[in-house]
């Protein structure tokens, strides 16, 4: 089996042949239970909150919210990913910005992961993860100082392709970005660039058919390796090393996230390879949608790939020198004055 095969494999959707590794290191790091790796604006509010999706699953939330709103109702935004991440991390320094900028936003753990419910741990679902989005989406609709027709997606890396593929089908939703867009679905089924063969895909998904009766008979998943490794050889290539200089040190680490210390359910390869999302992506139009990708990221590809394919509007916005991670944390890189005149513009 190809390198690409494994890294595409692994690094997504794997989880925990180390589980007794990854419970220690979470237990040792439950003092840090409320950290976040940005901080707080003055200017907002934020609040845990909790909603569930269709299927029951009880989503883990914060609520950022501007201080000086005043009375008038509220544009609002969903924000969600990276793939593997918690709200402690990106998507609630989008949320804490955005909100600085006069949104409602409600930043959210996904199913099954972080503060989320959903049992067992660490598993991943085309269906389920977009569902996310839009029971993100009922929660803002019900509050008192939102207004529903103003609301709008941010998806971030995996969950950007999840955002997309959300508001193809959730026409409540007026307008959607991403940034450093993943189709998960796609890399899981085709590796990166799309150099994994038919017969490389179904050797994987042979093994992973086993597995299920192994899972069967013990009761519960098995997993792999950590998404992100203790330590570099480095020889990896370059945009792993860029995950470990976010995920696995002080500058984005946090222990509830499962790229800092956590694992995927092996099986969760089969419903993400299975299950391709975007089918639908022309019917995000006439919404409009934007784009934002690095200039040097490994997934900028994939943010190219969607322009060609949607109908308008549409926008790509490449951000000079950026690589993929860059557009987690780096406030001076990811453009938020961007996103607030595209999600002003377009919620109304």
Not at 18 to 28: L, M, Y
Not at 130 to 156: C, P, Y
Not at 189 to 206: P, S
């Amino acid at each position: 089996m190809k390198k690409v095969l494994m890294i595409a494999i692994l690094f997504l959707v794997t989880g925990q042949l180390f589980a007794q590794k990854v419970k220690s290191k979470s237990e040792k790091m439950s003092a840090s239970k409320e950290h976040y790796t940005f901080g707080l604006s003055d200017k907002v509010s934020r609040q845990k909150v909790s909603f569930k999706n269709r299927y029951g699953i009880i989503l883990s939330g914060d609520l950022y919210l501007p201080k000086n709103a005043g009375t008038e109702k509220l544009s609002a935004l969903a924000i969600s990913g990276p793939f593997g991440a918690v709200k402690e991390q990106s998507s609630g320094l989008y949320a804490n910005q955005m909100a600085e900028r006069g949104f409602a936003v409600v930043a959210f753990d996904p199913s099954y992961t972080g503060e989320s419910g959903g049992e067992p741990r660490n598993i991943a679902s085309s269906d389920i993860n977009t569902e996310d989005f839009s029971a993100a989406v009922d929660f803002l609709g019900l509050q008192k100082n939102v207004d529903r027709n103003k609301i709008g997606i941010i998806g971030i890396c995996g969950f950007g392709g999840f955002a997309l593929n959300a508001v193809s089908v959730d026409k409540r939703v007026k307008a959607v970005a991403t940034t450093s867009m993943y189709d998960i679905p796609r890399v899981n089924a085709n590796g990166y660039n799309d150099k994994v063969t038919v017969a490389e895909r179904t050797k994987t998904l042979e093994i992973l058919s086993l597995q299920r009766w192994e899972d069967a008979e013990n009761g519960k998943p098995k997993y792999g390796a950590q998404p992100n490794p203790d330590k570099l050889n480095g020889d990896e290539p370059q945009f792993i090393k860029e995950y470990f200089d976010y995920y696995k040190t002080p500058r984005g680490f946090h222990a509830r996230s499962i790229n800092s210390n956590g694992a995927w359910a092996n099986t969760s390869a089969i419903a993400l390879t299975n299950m391709q999302i975007l089918a639908h992506l022309k019917e995000i139009s006439p919404r409009p949608l934007l784009l934002i990708a690095g200039e040097n990221a490994h997934s900028r590809y994939m943010s190219e790939d969607i322009y060609k394919l949607a109908a308008e509007p549409k926008e790509l916005m490449i951000i000079p020198n950026a690589v993929h991670v860059d557009l987690y944390d780096k406030v001076d890189v990811i453009p938020f004055d961007k996103l607030e005149d595209f999600f002003k513009k377009n919620l109304k």
